[in-house]
């Protein structure tokens, strides 16, 4: 199936091209009524990155959704969580999501935390199969986007799922306004 410039199929029928937890988390996404399935597609690695991505396969910027990890800390505990924005926008780590976390203090977790924790590679972390534990905090536009693209796990390929289906993930809290204009 032809979606944009992606060739997708079933994300059932391709998890090679999905990271192990992503995988493993998938039977989880399949959902709502008269919601698609999720769908996966081979991306060239060196065009993983969203900007890159949207320009060569014709991905609209508000369809695809950035998955960021973010540490907040407070009184020497470190909580993680992610964050789903759309491509158009930017996590406001410093103000809502520090606040939805109870942090004194938040910043994107570090690229060896990130991928060590999420069991993903950096540039294809997914807020599919995170760590039970942790907040997906989904900004309302991702949540509303009738196919959104992000990452699968892995640099070689994208989900396409419902944005509702993000707002169903274990964990996951709609928030309007967690994204900022990218820019702003």
Request: aromatic share 2%.
């Amino acid at each position: 199936m032809r979606v944009w410039g992606l060739d997708a199929v079933p994300a059932g029928e391709r998890p090679d091209l999905l990271a192990p937890p992503v995988a493993a988390a998938l039977e989880g996404l399949k959902g709502g009524e008269g919601e698609q399935a999720p769908l996966v597609a081979p991306i060239d690695p060196e065009l993983a990155d969203t900007a890159a991505c949207c320009e060569h396969y014709g991905v609209p910027p508000e369809a695809s959704a950035n998955c960021v990890v973010v540490a907040g800390r407070r009184a020497g505990e470190v909580r993680m969580a992610a964050c789903v924005v759309p491509a158009t926008a930017r996590a406001d780590v410093n103000g809502a999501v520090r606040r939805l976390l109870g942090a004194r203090k938040a910043s994107f977790a570090r690229q060896e935390d990130a991928v060590e924790a999420t069991g993903m590679a950096y540039g294809g972390i997914t807020p599919v199969g995170l760590p039970a534990a942790w907040p997906v905090l989904v900004d309302a536009a991702a949540a509303a986007c009738p196919r959104a693209v992000v990452g699968s796990g892995l640099r070689t390929s994208k989900l396409i799922v419902p944005g509702t289906a993000l707002a169903r993930l274990p964990g996951a809290q709609v928030v309007e306004g967690l994204g900022v204009p990218a820019g702003g």
